[in-house]
């Protein structure tokens, strides 16, 4: 089984709210990563976490906010955001030791 | 600086036909080789992953790597309309575990 689940599967978000993504897996993968992918572009790094620590911030600003709380859960905390912030939010995972990632069905964000 | 390169098409092939896509990337370090399939409103697929030199096939897929040249490809045989996609090529890098994705490739393959 290679699901990743991804909630909201749609987001409306005034530049003054907060909200979270959230993205779990249950196959015992231990490397969960952030993109955000544009339209007509691919998607481009956010964060890594491995083993529930992060590895990699790609000098996201810190509007966006991730969290580790356990090995199957990875949230994504939004707060003030701009409209240039709107895009597919994508969630994917990774078995230790290998490299192919598998990709959640992603939360569609409109910031207005 | 890591590049990986794709026509973006669009490609158009006649259902039944062998698409060919193609990537080349610019990191000799690069050990790990990714092909995604992405619809349209739809999140990437994983299709194919190669790690060695050579050819690699999955049912209708073949993924084609060469190392020395930095080049790695996708054949679909028996395309069919269903095939009809964006494809992207992916690759890690030596000590990194994040991919870095071409721009894509756009398929139609035509009833």
């Known amino acids: 089984d290679t699901e990743v689940t991804q909630t909201p599967k749609h987001l409306v978000m005034g530049m003054t709210n907060k909200k979270s993504l959230k993205c779990e897996q249950h196959m015992g993968h231990r490397a969960m990563y952030w993109y955000k992918q544009k339209a007509k572009k691919p998607p481009e790094l956010m964060f890594v976490y491995s083993y529930e620590k992060l590895s990699i911030n790609e000098s996201v600003p810190s509007r966006f906010s991730p969290e580790c709380p356990n090995s199957s859960l990875l949230n994504l905390h939004l707060h003030a955001l701009q409209p240039e912030d709107s895009a597919l939010y994508l969630c994917a995972s990774s078995q230790a030791g290998r490299y192919e990632q598998y990709f959640g069905p992603g939360t569609r964000l409109t910031v207005t | 600086q890591k590049e990986v390169e794709q026509n973006s098409g669009p490609l158009s092939v006649p259902e039944g036909a062998i698409a060919s896509l193609n990537c080349t990337y610019s990191d000799r370090g690069s050990q790990s080789f990714f092909w995604y399939r992405q619809y349209s409103g739809k999140s990437p697929e994983l299709i194919m992953f190669?790690?060695?030199?050579g050819d690699k096939e999955d049912g209708r897929f073949t993924a084609q790597l060469n190392k020395a040249s930095q080049y790695v490809s996708l054949l679909i045989r028996d395309s069919q309309p269903s095939d009809s996609a964006t494809y992207l090529c992916?690759?890690?890098?030596?000590?990194?575990?994040?991919?870095?994705f071409g721009t894509g490739t756009r398929l139609t393959v035509i009833p």
């Open positions: 190669i790690y060695s030199n």
């Open positions: 992916a690759v890690i890098t030596t000590g990194a575990n994040n991919l870095f």
